[in-house]
């Protein structure tokens, strides 16, 4: 799909739909751009012609979040990554967010993507990875694959980076309910340093209440996993409205950001398999996975709401 006659920013934009859902997913970083429920827009996403902006949409891989001075240690070899959070001296979010994902399947419902990142300064392994999204009558799953097809074993994590509305003015008006006993806390660079309770703090959201003046851009881990469904669920409510995110026990962490200058852009629910910093620091690695030659990770996550 063209722009106004030039090439989009995120590249094609591969369209699904079932029943009551509709969304798109770009060619770009394999990105959720935009879904919507009965018209009504779940993801607070961006236009065909605009630029990404804040993650949002996007697919984190080969690990999530932060890692110090992009730096690290696996197996007696350092590594050392390019500083894609240079204010902060820090390597966030993957490789994989701004580079244009294969095409491999593309149905009435469904999208399927492929990339393959080879071995590059600080990263020495081949992985293909492969994501799906999957529109049913239930809603929105992603299915997400990472292969080492390569010759070295390396760590690995994976998270999405979805935000949400509910038609609010700001997001202090959302109320939020979310199965999880801890919390991380963070230095000034928003590295981990002590994993804490949520018990008697502003960081408990499980009973489910407004956000209101709290400025989160936590992790949280110790999720609760609903047996019946084998996942998590978090919760956001505004007067008749609601939505579900969910993700399988393969998710040990979640990153909830409601902005700190923006009040107005959505809420981000980021399932993550592992927490910041996670190559680095034992506080974090719960979740962290070591992918050896011929070693797959496998995941879902979801939407649905009214």
């Known amino acids: 799909m063209s722009v106004s006659g030039a090439q989009s920013p995120t590249g094609e934009q591969y369209e699904i739909s079932s029943g009551p859902y509709r969304a798109v997913v770009t060619e ?32 984190l891989l080969p690990w999530p979040n932060r890692l110090r001075d992009g730096r690290f240690t696996f197996r007696g ?9 240079p204010e902060r001296h820090n390597a966030i979010h993957g490789l994989v967010r701004w580079s244009g994902w294969e095409l491999v399947g593309h149905t009435e419902d469904s999208v399927s993507q492929r990339i393959t990142l080879f071995p590059q300064k600080g990263w020495d392994t081949t992985l293909r990875s492969t994501i799906t999204h999957r529109l049913s009558d239930r809603g ?20 999405a980076h979805p935000y949400f509305t509910l038609g609010e003015r700001a997001v202090d008006e959302i109320e939020v309910t979310a199965p999880a006993a801890s919390y991380l806390e963070v230095d000034d660079r928003l590295l981990p340093t002590e994993l804490k309770p949520v018990d008697g703090t502003t960081r408990d959201l499980r009973s489910g209440t407004p956000i209101g003046e709290r400025n989160l851009d936590t992790a949280f881990t110790d999720l609760q996993i609903d047996p019946e469904h084998r996942a998590w669920r978090i919760r956001l409510a505004l007067g008749e409205r609601e939505t579900y995110v969910w993700a399988d026990a393969n998710h040990r962490w979640v990153q909830v950001y409601t902005g700190a200058d923006r009040r107005d852009l959505g809420v981000a629910i980021e399932p993550m398999s592992c927490g910041p910093d996670a190559f680095n620091s034992a506080i974090t690695n719960d979740g962290l996975v070591v992918l050896e030659p011929g070693d797959t990770y496998h995941g879902s996550w979801g939407v649905y709401g009214r």
């Open 140 to 159: 929105l799953t992603v299915r997400v694959e990472a292969e080492n097809i390569g010759d070295r074993a390396m760590p690995f994590g994976y998270a």
């Open 77 to 85: 070899t350092r590594y050392e990554l390019p500083l894609s959070e």
């Open 28 to 59: 770009v970083g394999a990105t959720l751009r935009q879904l919507r429920v009965d018209g009504r827009d779940i993801l607070a996403g961006f236009g065909p012609g605009d630029r990404i902006s804040g993650g949002h949409g996007q697919q």
